[in-house]
């Protein structure tokens, strides 16, 4: 059996001399405790050395990708010339490596757990087994090739830090938030001696050097703020330091405020340079996608991902949404509108974009943006130029011009849009023009018989009405021919010379007479078509005559009847009526009289009823209080034990009502 071994120094071939001892592989181990006993059971057939550490790295990363190197090849093929492989086995780490060397070269090749422990032997007497060779030179090469390795895999170069991008837009916007705080404090301070300046100069630079300069505001007009003003700014401004309302202050007070004012023009100083310090540094790791984004989105993006690497590794969906997770759980938790955007929505291309279409922008950009990412972390090629990143901007600038309208083509809208624009007025109502029905001037005998007296009645009206809008129409028509002829009749008269010949005039006879004739025909047509609608309006109005004749003949055989039996009974309905009316009469005078006598009687006598019902009414209640004052001695005589028993009788009473309503209910329920 042959052994395979990689080393950090090359590859080494070894020969296994007792193969009889794998058999027991928890006891191979013993044949490796001493240098001495490893030499007897492994011995070293073949060597070969790494002749540079860029060798070296190449052969091991091929080796780890499961490959096999081209110096592993003819090594192998140099080992194998003397030797049968049909009958030998080959001892193998890796199966994979193992699979390869079996069927490019066709030994046979085995890798399990006695070849483990083979190999922890040959590894710790490695020493003694290859010749020429230190331990401690083996250990410094594995450390070099190690951190080679880890270099190589990770693709390592200084320009693709993506850490020093981290930092620096951290610093930057500490930097803005301290920045606010030291003008606003500035301005306050400096506010009580100058108020007005705050509204004059609004920027925070532009103040604190004018500060500084200026000191008091006293020396406003003989201090120059040409360099850091503009002349009309500078104008007002020491128009306003005359007539300011601001109280005085010491020179200990101002002092402090300039210090101030000096330590915010520093840090915009320090601002400025480490913003073109991260705009440098962005267009050297991820140009492609600083052209889409920006220097600051895209920083903000990395820093928030961790690293360039992890923001390729991001879908488009998730950099939509990078900074915006608070309000994207806030919204699964409570069912409502995810999110559209989150950091990208500071991008300069989603702020062009109108508020319809900032949602549709932001996904494009998204997009765009993972895939500028994707090739600036992943590309073996340096894209200086940021040749991808230029052509994506120009395809979502074209976007958002077609969405706006704003491009030439806009106008010319294509086939699509037109169709959906028809499909939606489609839906729309039209209302339809009017047209004439033919079949309602005609009141046939067929529709009269079905529907009866009142079906041919309405579709007599119908046809009347239909036939004298047609007559209406073609007289109007008509009239206009006639006027329209007679009008050109006439200008051609005018117009016409006096030598004008007989033939035009007997042409314009004939003309004449053709259409005298038309108009007949006409007339004799409608006159067809109105004849059986009159037949039918004569039959209904002899109709109507013969009802209201047989109606009032019937009404006044009922009335002559009714006066030959009632005249008897009438006459003395009449009498009785006059007798008593009579009565009436004179029954209403009595009562007048009487009510008069009765009047003059209370007027006489109303004194003596009042007292006589006061007497009455002091009587009952002197009576009522006597009664209360003889119950109460009576109470008093008794004992308590009299008050006893009357309150158990009452109690008793009381239990008696109730258990004779009981046995009614009882016996209602049971009936």
């Known amino acids: 059996m042959l052994v395979l071994f990689e080393t950090a120094a090359g590859y080494a071939l070894f020969k296994v001399l007792k193969e009889g001892k794998l058999k027991e592989p928890d006891e191979l181990w013993k044949e490796f405790e001493t240098p001495e006993a490893a030499q007897k059971t492994v011995k070293l057939l073949d060597f070969q050395k790494f002749e540079n ?192 309302m601001g109280s005085e202050i010491a020179k200990e007070d101002i002092d402090n405020i300039i210090i101030g004012c000096e330590q915010v023009i520093n840090l915009t100083e320090y601002r400025s340079d480490l913003y073109e310090y991260l705009k440098n540094r962005m267009l050297a790791i991820a140009p492609n996608l600083t052209t889409i984004v920006g220097e600051l989105v895209g920083a903000r993006l990395i820093a928030h991902s961790g690293s360039l690497l992890n923001l390729a590794k991001h879908p488009a969906s998730t950099v939509q949404i990078l900074g915006a997770e608070k309000a994207l759980f806030r919204a699964l938790k409570t069912k409502n509108n995810t999110p ?21 922008v932001a996904r494009l950009v998204a997009t765009k943006s993972s895939l500028a990412t994707r090739f600036d972390a992943l590309s073996e090629e340096k894209d200086v130029q940021a040749e991808l990143g230029h052509t994506t901007r120009k395809q979502i600038e074209k976007r958002i011009r077609f969405l706006e309208g704003r491009n030439g083509d806009a106008g010319a809208k294509t086939e699509k849009d037109k169709g959906k624009k028809q499909k939606k007025g489609d839906l729309k109502l039209i209302p339809a023009i009017p047209s004439y029905n033919p079949s309602s001037d005609v009141a046939g005998p067929s529709k009269s018989t079905e ?153 006489k006598e109303p004194s003596e009823e009042k007292i006589e019902q006061t007497e009455s009414k002091k009587e009952k209640i002197v009576k009522k209080k006597l009664d209360k004052g003889k119950k109460r001695e009576k109470e008093e005589d008794l004992t308590e034990t009299e008050k006893v028993e009357k309150t158990e009788k009452s109690k008793a009473k009381k239990k008696d009502k109730k258990d004779k309503k009981d046995k009614k209910d009882k016996k209602k329920t049971a009936k």
């Open 53 to 244: 550490m860029s060798e070296a790295v190449s052969s091991v990363s091929t080796l780890i990708e499961g490959k096999l190197s081209k110096d592993l090849k003819k090594f192998l093929q140099k080992s194998f010339d003397g030797v049968e492989l049909v009958r030998e086995q080959l001892a193998v780490m890796d199966v994979k490596i193992g699979s390869i060397i079996n069927k490019k070269f066709g030994i046979n090749v085995v890798s399990d757990k006695t070849v483990m422990e083979l190999f922890r032997g040959i590894k710790q007497q490695l020493d003694t087994l290859i010749t020429g060779i230190k331990s401690e030179d083996i250990n410094q090469m594995a450390l070099g090739l190690s951190h080679s390795l880890s270099r190589h895999k990770l693709k390592f170069s200084p320009d693709k830090v993506d850490n020093m991008i981290i930092q620096a837009i951290g610093l930057l916007d500490d930097l803005d938030k301290e920045l606010n705080t030291y003008a606003m404090r500035v301005k306050e301070w400096y506010g009580w001696h100058f108020p007005e300046m705050s509204k004059i100069v609004v920027d925070n630079l532009a103040y604190s050097k004018v500060i500084k300069t200026m000191g008091f505001r006293s020396n406003a007009q003989t201090t120059d703020l040409s360099e850091i003003l503009p002349e009309d700014i500078e104008k007002e401004l020491k128009e306003a330091a005359e007539i300011s």
């Open 451 to 603: 529907y009866g007296i009142a079906g041919s009645s309405k579709s007599a009206e119908v046809s009347t009405a239909g036939t004298k809008r047609k007559v209406a129409e073609e007289s109007e028509v008509e009239s206009s021919e006639e006027e329209s002829s007679e009008e050109a009749s006439e200008k051609d008269d005018s117009t016409s010379s006096d030598e004008e010949s007989d033939d035009d005039k007997s042409k314009d006879k004939k003309n004449k007479k053709k259409k005298d004739k038309t108009k007949k025909a006409k007339k004799q047509k409608l006159e067809a078509e109105q004849e059986p609608s009159k037949v039918t309006k004569t039959k209904e109005v002899k109709d109507k005559k013969d009802k209201k004749k047989d109606k009032k003949e019937k009404k006044k055989e009922k009335v002559s009847e009714s006066t030959e039996t009632i005249t008897p009974k009438a006459e003395e309905s009449k009498a009785s009526k006059k007798r008593k009316k009579t009565e009436e009469v004179e029954g209403e005078v009595v009562s007048k009289s009487e009510k008069k006598a009765k009047k003059a009687k209370k007027s």
């Open 340 to 360: 559209k955007y989150g950091l990208i929505y500071h991008a300069s291309l989603v702020g062009q974009a109108a508020p319809k279409n900032k949602g549709k």
